[in-house]
């Protein structure tokens, strides 16, 4: 084509290309789909669609991996029969994204699918989040189930962890090789290393949209245990020693000193039980041992879930805590949390339950430092 318009709705045409604006982005003046300005054999310059005009399809990605277009092709197989409309590549112009899958119910339900089979990063997952639900109701983001094979689960896993009120902190999986849905959910962010979460098996064909809405408990369910990360158990003694040679843990156990708590004196606990946050970017014995600190030197007597949630996020001045800030796909994920490390200090006899939400600290009485 000769002609296109920039984002700002300009026409050009291609008569003079020497004089075209660079890095503009052009748009199809019938279908509003992207075009690229190109360049033939013959020095011909002229405007391309990325897509099939009007088509709302995107071509393939030449770097997609097998894998990724195997399972786009499968949940368009299962869907249709049961479907509206099912796109495969379905492309939203207004926002510059290509969905994976985009899926209409019968009920007229508008739903993008996101099979993630690689890392990326989590304010990209955020931010293609948001954007998909400006034109869709629901986005539902799909890891591949061999990834979570225990010697390929990553960080980045937790990043596409998602919420809701039956579920907690899930992920959903697909697996290609016995055409299920896995679902995983009450996915704890603050655990023992070699714990286990249950599993919960869909067919594929289960409709995705009341998976998210319905009573989990009304299921019957297959229960596989899985561990969530295999670590070697070690002493108290084997931990204590570890951390005193390391160099790196100096200055944070200097600190510490200087506020009158002993490694050697704290709760044994700590260092005992290999507790793990993918939330905490700092040993855990560390976030435990400036936890107890701070709530020995806590003004008030008692304390709630929100002060406990602001005496770690909101603590800039001493920076004791590198807790993690950028939200998952669902914010929520942190009440979560902090549910579970209220919980955890109860069981571990540094809090009491108290009426209407709050605690009393009984660090200052369990704790002779």
């Known amino acids: 084509m000769n002609v296109a318009k920039n984002q700002n709705g300009k026409v050009y045409y291609i008569t003079q290309p020497l004089n075209l604006p660079q890095k503009q982005k052009w748009y199809c003046l019938k279908c509003d789909q992207p075009m690229y300005l190109k360049k033939s054999k013959r020095d011909v310059y002229y405007f ?36 509206k409309a099912v796109h495969n590549e379905f492309l939203f112009p207004r926002i510059q994204q290509t969905a994976d899958v985009y899926w209409e119910t019968n009920e007229s339900s508008k739903i993008v699918l996101e099979f993630q089979h690689s890392p990326i990063p989590r304010n990209e997952v955020i931010k293609r989040h948001k954007l998909y639900l400006t034109e869709v109701d629901q986005c539902i983001w799909l890891l591949n189930e061999d990834d979570f094979n225990i010697n390929k689960m990553n960080f980045w896993h937790f990043s596409m962890l998602q919420y809701n009120d039956a579920y907690k902190n899930y992920w959903i999986s697909l ?56 670590t070697k158990t070690k002493s108290f003694e084997q931990q204590l020693n570890a951390v005193l040679r390391n160099k790196h843990y100096y200055l944070s156990l200097h600190k510490l000193y200087r506020h009158h708590l002993v490694l050697s004196r704290a709760p044994r606990w700590i260092l005992e039980e290999n507790w793990y946050s993918p939330l905490v970017h700092q040993p855990m014995w560390e976030f435990f041992a ?39 796909i669902d914010e929520k994920y942190q009440q979560v949390f902090f549910e579970d490390l209220i919980k955890l200090l109860v069981d571990k006899g540094l809090l009491y339950p108290a009426k209407c939400g709050f605690y009393k600290i009984l660090v200052k009485a369990v704790l002779l430092i």
Request: charged fraction near 25%; aromatic fraction near 10%; charge should be positive.
């Open 290 to 328: 400036w936890l107890i600190v701070e709530l020995k030197e806590y003004v008030l007597d008692y304390i709630d879930l929100d002060d406990l949630k602001s005496l770690i996020m909101d603590n800039p001045i001493n920076s004791h805590f590198h807790f993690c800030y950028l939200p998952l």
């Open 48 to 83: 391309s669609h990325i897509t099939a005009c009007g088509s709302g399809l995107q071509k393939k990605a030449a770097r997609e991996t097998s894998i990724h277009q195997k399972a786009k092709k499968e949940l368009c197989n299962f869907l249709k029969p049961t479907a």
């Open 175 to 230: 697996d290609l090789v016995r055409n299920l849905l896995v679902v995983r959910p009450f996915i704890p962010l603050l655990y023992k290393q070699n714990s286990s979460i249950e599993e919960r098996f869909y067919p594929i064909d289960f409709n995705l949209g009341d998976i998210l809405k319905v009573d989990v408990n009304s299921f019957n369910y297959r229960q596989k245990m899985t561990p969530l990360k295999k």
